[in-house]
């Protein structure tokens, strides 16, 4: 029984890593990719970590396959964060083609006041 577990953990991981790596080529910004790669690279790769620990025959192996899953849930989301503040104080060229929220400028309190919802939202 534990294998089918291992061996669905194991694929719903790499499954998530092969998206992550889809989206870093198809999206169409940094703040696109660097959203898809940390977000399914987190969940992939602690997928990938406790499939390991259910297999592990040692204790202290199991220990360290769960530190390194605990880490690596704490650390992949804030680098992805920091990219992306970066990234928009450096003002990097964004996707044109959607509205999105910018918090320079724009006034987003008016779009509760029966406006429409591209009211207060600037196309980059």
Known sequence: ????????????????MLLAAV???????????????AKATTLGIALILLA????????????????????????IPVAGHVMGLIAYRK???RWRERPIADHRGSNLADTGSG????????AH
Request: include cysteine.
């Open 1 to 16: 029984m534990i294998e089918w577990i291992t061996g669905g953990l194991l694929l719903a991981g790499v499954a998530l």
């Open 23 to 37: 989206g870093l080529l198809r999206l169409p910004d940094f703040l696109c990719r660097s959203h898809a790669v």
């Open 52 to 75: 390991a620990a259910l297999r592990a025959e040692s204790e202290p192996g199991r220990v360290k396959l769960l530190l390194a899953m605990l880490f690596q849930l704490g650390t």
């Open 91 to 93: 003002n990097l060229p």
């Open 115 to 122: 406006a429409s919802s591209a009211d207060g939202l600037r």
